[in-house]
């Protein structure tokens, strides 16, 4: 009963959940995924509309394109291990110096993501690894040019 008088007055939020019981929540209302996924879009008090599925964002598709390819680059580099163990060339070569600074700069990128905040920050990190991420990839390049290459790198420094 106190909490329908606190409800009554805006002091507090509810939330039905499933079961018939209420979540009290604070000033804001946070929505569990499966309440969420069953109730319209509507607009937020104070007449902001706020989009509940993620059907209706803009970068729903490159977002699962992304991590689609972050799913193919890191298989596609399970393969190329073996490989580079088993016949080492300079397709081989070339294949992991792609494949490594691709996988390490989308995973610096969400280090980035997750603990750079600032908005000049953000772009200034950003900048940053693709810069680190460009001359990571020109010098396993040159590497392999000019020298013996991963794949005779690493079974060199395994020969130690």
Not at 44 to 55: C, K, M, T, V, Y
Not at 140 to 159: E, H, P, Q, T
Request: hydrophobic share 50%; with cysteine.
């Amino acid at each position: 009963m106190a909490l329908a008088a606190a409800a009554a007055l805006g002091r507090l939020n509810l939330l039905s959940c499933a079961r018939g019981r209420a979540l009290v929540l604070g000033p804001r209302v946070v929505r569990p995924a499966f309440v969420s996924a069953s109730l319209p879009d509507r607009p937020a008090p104070g007449g902001r509309h706020i989009h509940l599925s993620a059907s209706r964002s803009s970068n729903s598709k490159a977002a699962s394109l992304h991590w689609t390819s972050e799913r193919a680059v890191s298989v596609l580099l399970l393969g190329l291990l073996p490989a580079a163990y088993l016949y080492p060339s300079s397709v081989v070569d070339y294949s992991l110096a792609a494949v490594l600074t691709l996988h390490s700069h989308w995973g610096l990128g969400q280090v980035i993501t997750d603990y750079v905040h600032e908005d000049k920050l953000v772009k200034g990190a950003n900048a940053s690894l693709l810069m680190l991420s460009a001359v990571t990839f020109a010098g396993l390049c040159y590497f392999n040019y000019r020298d013996v290459g991963i794949c005779k790198a690493v079974a060199m420094l395994w020969s130690l």
